[in-house]
């Protein structure tokens, strides 16, 4: 798998519609959303088609395909992560998988109780918690960096405590592109007894993983940022603790069987997917996996791992720019947070799209990372993917110096 040939990305732009209809268009927004590549939309065309049905219920033909269809999309996103398939829940989003855990672990947890998150959450890893917090009255805690934006392992190993029973973090940061080491949190949170919830929305496509080798006990996806369909995501968990964890939503599909007065759970996963599911953006998140399997999760962090460094060289070299995150780009993923002297980030970006380069500019729903940083007007970030070729960054750098120009900085 390793000494798989580099990306055609020429030849594999042509599989993304907007960028194929536009050659010009510099998408630099991957981190917000992916591109969606036409073979998720056929598999999702298909469903629509030719066996439009409701999942799990009906007994005739359209409906058991469909049910079949959706279900091997299961062991699809499994592989992706190295799990097993009946460890898949399916829900809308990163976020929808969070609020879930945030509600499900926290159940057991009053005063005296801590629930560590780190400094670079998106407001999705951190609102929920904050929420069963107030509910529960167990304390948050936030895990600090360093002065590159990296985890500080060293304060996080003194944070982690006796009283810690849930740790959850970023896998990457969505402003800071930081890859956080997620198995040595686990380790630490293991070592006390807790438990390590991890926020994969920016990694999932980009890194390799490996939920084994990390050992971490649950992770959250969206399917949007991966190449698949909007509205779809995964939670994943081992099945032990998924087993343990009473459901969240209630009603249809996730029942066993119900009486006036009380109801029985369905089996994992299905007690946490209550009521018709997405089923055609599922099966688009299916053909998302078979896509990055097909080419190569491993092979796509070598394609942007060799242009971020390109980017990181480029922005360095524009008097003006000041980057964000760690320096070395082997401690990153794709999403590069800069702010340009003088230009407001959302001035920036209109000017970019004057260019055709559309990149994402203000908080990044990170808004107490930014408020840390001293930049709660927010940062301008550029983001790649698999599709992301080098005349995109030189389009940005372009761009950049015309804002300079028009606010004559
Ligand atoms: C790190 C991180 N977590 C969570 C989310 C939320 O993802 P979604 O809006 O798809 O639920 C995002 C989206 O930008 C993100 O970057």
Redesign the pocket.
């Known amino acids: 798998m390793t000494n798989r040939p580099p990306l055609d990305v020429r030849r594999l732009r042509q599989d993304f519609p907007l960028l194929a209809a536009d050659p010009s268009l510099h998408y630099l927004d991957s981190?917000?959303s992916s591109q969606t590549p036409v073979q998720v939309l056929e598999a999702m065309d298909n469903y629509y088609r030719h066996f439009r049905a409701n999942v799990h219920r009906g007994m005739y033909r359209a409906s058991e395909t469909a049910s079949v269809r959706f279900e091997e999309v299961r062991r699809k996103a499994a592989d992706l992560i190295g799990a097993h398939e009946e460890e898949i829940v399916f829900t809308?989003?990163?976020?929808?998988s969070?609020n879930v855990l945030a509600i499900a672990l926290t159940r057991k947890l009053g005063p005296g109780d801590e629930v560590c998150l780190s400094a670079l959450?998106?407001h999705?890893?951190l609102v929920p918690w904050q929420m069963a917090a107030k509910v529960r009255g167990f304390a948050l805690k936030v895990l600090p960096l360093d002065t590159e934006g990296r985890l500080d392992l060293e304060a996080a190993r003194t944070l982690i405590g006796p009283r810690t029973k849930v740790v959850s973090v970023?896998h990457?940061?969505?402003v800071l592109g930081t890859i956080v080491p997620v198995q040595e949190v686990a380790a630490l949170a293991h070592a006390q007894g807790a438990l390590c919830v991890v926020?994969a929305?920016?990694s999932v496509g980009h890194l390799p993983i490996d939920v084994r080798r990390l050992e971490i006990d649950f992770l959250?996806f969206?399917g949007?940022?991966a190449l698949g369909p909007t509205g779809t995501?995964v939670l994943w968990g081992r099945k032990s603790l998924l087993d343990g964890l009473e459901p969240v939503f209630y009603g249809g599909d996730m029942i066993q069987e119900v009486f006036w007065d009380r109801a029985t759970w369905n089996e994992t996963p299905w007690k946490f997917e209550a009521g018709t599911p997405d089923v055609g953006g599922i099966i688009g998140l299916g053909a998302a996996c078979d896509y990055l399997r097909l080419v190569g999760v491993e092979v796509i962090r070598r394609h942007e791992l060799e242009l971020l460094a390109y980017a990181l060289d480029k922005l360095r070299a524009v008097p003006g720019v000041k980057l964000l995150g760690p320096a070395r780009a082997e401690e990153r993923s794709g999403a590069i947070s800069f702010s340009v002297a003088g230009v407001h980030p959302h001035d920036l970006a209109t000017v970019l799209d004057t260019e055709n380069v559309a990149i994402r500019a203000g908080h990044?729903?990170a808004m107490p990372l930014l408020r840390d940083l001293g930049l709660i007007e927010g940062t301008a970030r550029a983001s790649l993917h698999l599709y992301s070729v080098p005349e995109d960054i030189d389009a940005l750098i372009t761009g950049i110096a015309k804002a300079q120009k028009i606010f004559r900085v």
Do not use: F, I, W
């Open positions: 981190a917000a809308r989003g990163t976020t929808e969070l959450e998106h999705a890893n970023a990457v940061s969505n926020d929305a920016q959250a969206s949007h940022k995501g990044h729903c």
